[in-house]
């Protein structure tokens, strides 16, 4: 078992390779730095700009394999290269890793938990009242986009300020430079709520559809039947027995999640104004930032990968019949 | 006193879908009830009612009483306290009845835990005890294992080591044995019997198996259209039934010893339950039928004896001392004018000669790598003529199938030879081979997958014609409906019109289209229902004296290859064990696989099943990727383990390859020491005279 997730890792690595590579070639041929100095006043001698473009390696004058080179040379080392007016583009990602992540990983696992949750009840109540409204609720927030959501949920949020007479949620910004210690804290969790809530939204629709699906596969199961038959309760033998065994095939859909969930985050982090990888790539994609796009390219690929990663552990952790292979 | 008590419970589905009507029964304690009738009579939804598994829609009233106790509307936390403590069930398919994620060890260790308050560890003790009591090899090690890594019958094991476990007063067994093979049926019966003699349990036995019913039950209870029609002691049932469906399931059943000659079917099929036939539901396939069976259904009256009988003729019956036989047409087959001829004299139409099919067993991937081969089919040989019906035998996993495949494909074998009514498969080229083809079709085993549900029974019937280019096909399709016992204006219908009997029909006209001269049947009676089969198993053999058919007939129920076949061919992985003329076979079976196979066949007669003797084999079929060395059977041979070390050594060493024995013109055995007994008892009359 050890050696095939060995194995599914060191896959992984090469792919993130080759996303990250293709990414860079599509961003240093499509992007033009140039732009940005060029149409300067007083205008820059031609000879200056080369040079400083040189410099960031991002001279559209360089044929691209050799920016690519440099550029390869620099991520092996860990060094991501410049911004498109010299700034380390390693500090402005260690700036915001964290803030993305956060946000990511509390909105994924929230989601994957309530959506698996939903579903399941769901399953249990089908062609029931609640089970409809689920449903079509469900594919009403599956079918809005994120941006509206997220602006809609912070128009709520405004109202409700407004009404209440004093921020219950904070609806802008990721904390309050003000505060420290504890407060601080506090507020930063209070800034998560809406983001959060916007990105496992669409998430726990989804989930809790494939679950539903799964667990209604399980639920008419001879196995089901056995365990109650055995004197367990209804509630127990559905729990232990039939959602147990329906989790397997939802924690392959993971990894899939995880990319519809980074687009989720682009129109998030800008919307709540947060200052997170998904708001630097739109940024840097409006300043030919090549370096900056390919950096956070790089780090979704990492994203998804690691998250098809976990989902092959957890597969195999829920499902002795893959641990024999 | 009866531990349970059930009177007159009915189950409805919405749709006003009566699955069970009026059922009344009483089972006490050590006692065995059986419950028989055929898909859709209602026995499995009447146990489910007992242990109240029924889903929420389902309709139950009436009265279950354990120990005096009702059970129907008992809330959860009561009912929770009976199931898997008083009561227990055994579920059919034992692979869908475990839990797939958690150990065998852990789901019997679940059921004793829920009931006893111990301890972890002393319940997963409990749980390889158990296991141990079942009869599983190394039950330390086993409990660990998880329920893909069982094989079929070490599952059905295990089950009734789950059942047995909070020792409980009734056992609910669901067709305990109808997806294993007969010497693992056989296994676990035994077992079954251990079980209830150690929890000293009353068992309800359901099942379609009048041989295993026989040979478990001390009273039996038969269910028609969701309604008990007959009830009472096995012997009364078997050898006196009163009721005319008893008597005519009774008579259609095939016995291995049992005289050839048409099968007794019952004409038409069971009603739906959404649409009962007014008064007695069996009386429009009835031969007894008299006007006033349809007036009102008959209620199941006492009878003498302590049995019950609902049928208003039964005195009748009774009276005359009348018996299926009797009851019931015995169609007439006429005899084919090719067996006339001497078998040495008579075309050859399949030969194999040394037929090697084996597959490659690979590991990884994208860089696949092989690690092993499986030997499906290891070199046989075997050879039909014309006219003549040939039955390859042997339990799952022996290669049958393999072989079938191999022999349709008409390629080239890996090794061997396949020659189709005098042609090499290895010399045919595209055109040869699409000729041949016309000459050799196929029945398949199961009738509702083998049909397209979305074409008319007349196009599915015409495709082979149309497929070889001819062009009027009409008339032919209404001859061929006419000649498996359809009616022409079937010819519009859609499959799922059809009950499994009648698919299997246009199954076999398909297969008839072309005029073929040797029909492959794989399994073509095994899906159907006793009194459904009898009557496809009479078809195939007029078919076979009228057209002078040839037939290559795979089974594993070898109760039907006696009634159908002429030779017989015992297959044990991917080899020949035995071959030869079905009486040879069948009377005097000379290799020991045979001998356990034919021992372990239940017979439906109560008093042959009791003083009957089994040859019980030992564990489950090796697995064909690594056969044992020499003999392949030697691992699970009873003769293998009284051999002295001198004679054993032959067994471990050399292989033996088909022998003929010397007292016979047509039979062959592989064994090195093979000896003729006789392991069924021929019964002469069936039925009390």
């Known amino acids: 078992m050890g050696k095939y997730l060995l194995r599914r890792l060191a896959i992984n690595v090469i792919l993130v390779a080759i996303a990250a590579s293709l990414a860079y070639m599509l961003a240093a041929t499509t992007m033009n730095p140039r732009a940005a100095y060029e149409g300067r006043q007083p205008p820059v001698p031609e000879a200056t700009i080369d040079a400083t473009l040189n410099e960031y390696n991002l001279n559209d004058k360089v044929p691209v394999i050799q920016r690519y080179a440099t550029w390869a040379g620099g991520v092996i080392t860990g060094d991501f290269g410049k911004t498109w007016n010299g700034g380390s583009v390693n500090a402005e990602a260690g700036r915001r890793i964290m803030v993305s992540l956060r946000l990511m990983l509390i909105g994924t696992l929230l989601g994957f938990a309530v959506g698996v949750a939903v579903g399941a009840w769901s399953a249990v109540r089908q062609y029931k009242l609640s089970d409809r409204l689920t449903g079509v609720l469900s594919f009403v927030i599956m079918a809005i986009p994120v941006f509206v959501l997220a602006t809609l949920l912070a128009i709520a949020t405004y109202n409700l300020n407004q009404g209440v007479g004093h921020t219950l949620i904070e609806y802008t910004g990721e904390y309050n430079p003000k505060l420290a210690g504890w407060d601080q804290f506090v507020n930063r969790l209070n800034h998560l709520i809406l983001p959060t809530i916007s990105l496992s939204l669409g998430l726990i629709a989804y989930y809790s559809r494939i679950q539903r699906n799964m667990m209604l596969d399980v639920l008419n199961q001879d196995f089901v039947r056995t365990a109650m038959a055995k004197g367990l309760r209804r509630r127990t033998a559905l729990i232990k027995h039939a959602l147990r065994t329906a989790l397997i095939p939802v924690a392959t859909y993971f990894a899939f999640a995880f990319g519809t969930m980074f687009t989720g985050a682009i129109f998030t982090e800008s919307i709540f104004s947060w200052h997170g990888m998904g708001a630097w790539l739109v940024d840097s994609i409006h300043q030919n930032d090549v370096n900056s796009v390919a950096a956070v390219t790089f780090f979704t690929a990492v994203c998804v990968l690691g998250a098809a990663f976990l989902s092959d552990v957890l597969v195999a952790a829920l499902d002795p019949r893959v641990r024999v292979n | 006193m009866s531990i349970l008590e059930v009177s007159d419970l009915t189950v409805t589905f919405p749709g006003g879908i009566q699955a069970v009507r009026g059922v009344s029964y009483g089972v006490e304690r050590g006692e065995v009830l059986g419950i028989v009738g055929e898909s859709g009579s209602g026995k499995s939804v009447t146990s489910l009612a007992v242990m109240g598994l029924l889903p929420n829609n389902a309709q139950v009233s009436g009265s279950v009483k354990l120990h005096g106790r009702e059970l129907l509307g008992m809330d959860e936390e009561e009912l929770i306290k009976i199931r898997g403590k008083s009561i227990s069930m055994i579920f059919q398919d034992p692979l869908s009845a475990f839990t797939p994620v958690f150990t065998i060890g852990d789901q019997i260790a679940e059921a004793v835990r ?440 795979v089974a594993h129920d070898l109760a039907v290859v006696r009634h159908l076949a002429d030779r017989v061919a015992v297959m044990y992985l991917g080899r020949i064990a035995e071959i030869g003329t079905v009486e040879n076979v069948y009377d005097h079976p000379a290799h020991p696989y045979t001998q356990a196979l034919l021992s372990a066949i239940p017979l439906p007669d109560p008093e042959l099943e009791r003083t009957r003797k089994r040859i019980l084999l030992e564990g489950d079929l090796p697995s064909p990727a690594d056969p044992p060395s020499g003999c392949r059977f030697r691992t699970r041979c009873p003769k293998f383990a009284v051999l002295s070390e001198a004679e054993r050594r032959r067994c471990v060493d050399e292989e033996p390859s088909v022998a003929r024995l010397a007292n016979a013109v047509d039979h062959g055995a592989a064994c090195h020491y093979a000896e003729e007994i006789e392991v069924i008892t021929a019964s002469d009359d069936q039925e009390e005279k």
């Open chain 2, 114 to 553: 829920v009931h006893q308050k111990v301890a972890k560890d002393k319940a997963a003790k409990r749980a390889v005890e158990l296991l141990d009591l079942v009869g599983i090899p190394n039950p330390n090690l086993r409990a660990k294992a998880f329920p893909h890594e069982f094989s079929g019958g070490m599952r059905q094991r295990a089950m009734i080591a789950m059942a047995i476990a909070n020792d409980p007063d009734l056992l609910i067994c669901d067709e305990p044995t109808t997806a294993l093979d007969v010497t693992i049926q056989a296994q676990v019966l035994e077992v079954l019997k251990t079980a209830q003699q150690e929890t000293g349990a009353g068992i309800v036995m359901i099942t379609h198996d009048l041989g295993v019913i026989a040979g478990m039950a001390d009273r039996v209870l038969v269910m028609y259209a969701g309604k008990p029609v007959e009830q009472g002691p096995v012997d009364d049932i078997y050898y006196r039934p009163r009721m005319p469906y008893t008597m005519g399931l009774l008579a259609s059943i095939p016995r291995i010893d049992g005289e050839e000659g048409p099968l007794v079917p019952i004409e038409g099929n069971p009603p739906s339950p959404a649409a009962l036939p007014p008064g007695c539901p069996f009386a429009p396939r009835c031969p007894m039928k008299v006007d006033m069976c349809d007036d009102e259904e008959p209620s199941l009256t006492p009878f003498a004896g302590g049995r019950h009988v609902a049928c208003i003729r039964a005195h009748e019956i009774e009276h005359k001392g009348l018996t299926g036989a009797d009851v019931f047409p015995v169609p007439v087959i006429p005899p084919s004018d090719v067996v006339r001829v001497p078998r040495t004299e008579r075309a050859t139409v399949l030969e194999l000669d040394d037929m090697i099919r084996h597959y490659p067993l690979m590991k990884g991937a994208v860089l696949k790598r092989r690690v092993g081969t499986v030997y499906a089919v290891d070199g046989i040989t075997l050879d039909i003529a014309e006219g003549e019906t040939l039955a390859l035998v042997g339990e799952s996993g022996c290669g049958k199938t393999t072989t079938l495949q191999q022999i349709m494909q008409l390629q080239p074998p890996q090794g061997g030879r396949v020659v189709v009514l005098g042609k090499d498969s290895a010399k045919l080229d595209r055109a040869g081979r699409q000729a041949l083809r016309r000459d050799l079709q196929i029945v398949f085993q199961d009738p509702m997958a083998a049909l397209d549900p979305r074409m008319p029974v007349g196009d599915i019937i015409a495709e082979p014609l149309r497929a070889h280019g001819k062009k009027d096909v009409r008339a032919k399709v209404e001859e061929l409906l006419q000649l498996v016992g359809l009616a022409p204006e079937h010819a519009e219908r859609y499959p799922q019109q059809f009950s499994g009997g009648q698919r299997q029909r246009i199954g076999i006209a398909r297969a008839l289209a072309l005029e073929p001269r040797l029909l492959v049947l794989d399994e073509p009676v095994s899906a159907l229902d006793v009194s459904i089969q009898a009557g496809v198993i009479n078809l195939l053999e007029e078919l076979k004296n009228r057209l002078g058919l040839s037939y290559l007939f």
